[in-house]
């Protein structure tokens, strides 16, 4: 019954003790509860993701990662469409999806990927992210679980905000955190540069980080730093 797996989810998050940051406590008890390789909680604010709150391992923080560069994976399309995606075996999907997310997903040892959106009311947090390192549909059980626990990740997320005075971020959800400032820094840049909306001057900074093989961060590391212009100029065109 849903009251039972909420009442188990709450009591395993609780005999955690206090040693850890709540948002990495809440991360192990997601994959743990699943029976998952590794877990990890994305935050988004309209179209882009804001970053990763928590994950569990190298795979799990790159699986963030690869969604915060390209725009593309489980947890955005969970967010965007408002509802659990499941790709069980990410290597040979029946319908290939994620043309730039998957490769180095499967390849950093990830075959199944599931993605569940937070969600309180009509609001939209982010998303849960699952992986497991074979490929694998969700049991019944490991699909409720994981819904209830997308519900208490997304209560949680909003419990430690509404501590935080107007305008900040929480210190428990930074504590954690890899939001990627430095990108909406740029993505703010190049609106600028290119007289677009921020929405579409996040793409372009993808899309440059995509077609030069770089990490977002670090291409925006360069347009902050005024190593690289997205105007009339050219990209890497000093002012």
């Known amino acids: 019954m849903p009251g039972d797996r909420l009442l188990r989810i709450l009591t395993l998050l609780s005999s955690?003790?206090?040693?850890?940051?709540?948002?990495?406590?809440?991360?192990?008890?997601?994959?743990d509860v699943t029976a998952m390789s590794g877990a990890g909680i994305m935050l988004m604010s309209g179209e882009a993701p804001a970053g990763s709150v928590c994950s569990t391992n190298q795979v799990s923080a790159l699986i963030e990662e690869l969604q915060y560069t390209l725009g593309e994976g489980p947890c955005v399309e969970a967010y965007h469409e408002d509802r659990p995606v499941l790709e069980p075996d990410l290597a040979d999907p029946d319908t290939p999806r994620w043309v730039a997310f998957t490769p180095p997903a499967v390849e950093a040892g990830a075959r199944a990927v599931f993605g569940f959106p937070l969600q309180v009311g009509a609001v939209r947090l982010g998303a849960l992210n699952l992986y497991r390192d074979r490929p694998g549909s969700l049991s019944d059980d490991q699909y409720a679980d994981a819904l209830v626990l997308a519900g208490v990740a997304a209560r949680a997320v909003l419990a430690m905000q509404a501590q935080a005075p107007p305008g900040a971020l929480a210190p428990e959800l930074e504590l954690e955190a890899n939001f990627q400032f430095v990108v909406h820094q740029a993505s703010g840049m190049v609106a600028v540069?290119?007289?677009?909306?921020?929405?579409?001057?996040?793409?372009?900074?993808?899309?440059?980080?995509?077609?030069?093989?770089?990490?977002?961060?670090?291409?925006?590391?360069?347009?902050?730093?005024?190593?690289?212009?997205?105007?009339?100029?050219?990209?890497?065109?000093?002012?």
């Open 193 to 239: 540069q290119l007289g677009v909306g921020v929405g579409e001057a996040l793409v372009r900074l993808r899309a440059y980080a995509f077609a030069n093989d770089r990490p977002v961060t670090e291409v925006a590391e360069d347009v902050v730093g005024r190593r690289l212009r997205f105007d009339d100029r050219g990209p890497g065109v000093e002012p």
């Open 16 to 31: 955690g003790g206090v040693t850890a940051p709540a948002t990495a406590r809440l991360c192990d008890v997601c994959a």
